[in-house]
């Protein structure tokens, strides 16, 4: 796993996603103090290696039309779906496009940007 104190902060947030919740990338950004890091939050998590064998629960990150993105060595948006599915989600296929079902988010601290005073 990455060493960077950067993508710690992001799993640490990631960890605290509850069972059966989805957060989006942009939301896990901003609880770290990256409002504009919704692309860094995608990069931690393809860094991520072993996702099976992960503390990290990785499968509850979504992006924000809640599409399952995923793109990793390791997992796709099938092994996403399967995670999310075993936390009690329903998740269908529109359009060639895995979807997760519900309109409830995570309810994510916002943290102020980082470098702010």
Known sequence: MPKSPLYQDI???IRTIPFGEVASYSQVAK???LPRGAQVVGWALGALSGLENTDIPW???INAK??????????GP???KLW???E????????????VDGEDWWDAPVVPP????
């Open 11 to 13: 799993y640490a947030a």
């Open 84 to 86: 999310l599915e075993k």
């Open 59 to 61: 499968w509850r990150v």
């Open 66 to 75: 809640r599409w399952l993105t995923i793109t990793n060595k390791q997992a």
């Open 88 to 99: 009690g989600r329903t998740v269908t296929e529109k359009e060639g496009v895995f979807v």
């Open 31 to 33: 609880s770290v103090g």
């Open 114 to 117: 980082r470098g702010a005073f």
């Open 78 to 80: 099938a092994d996403q």
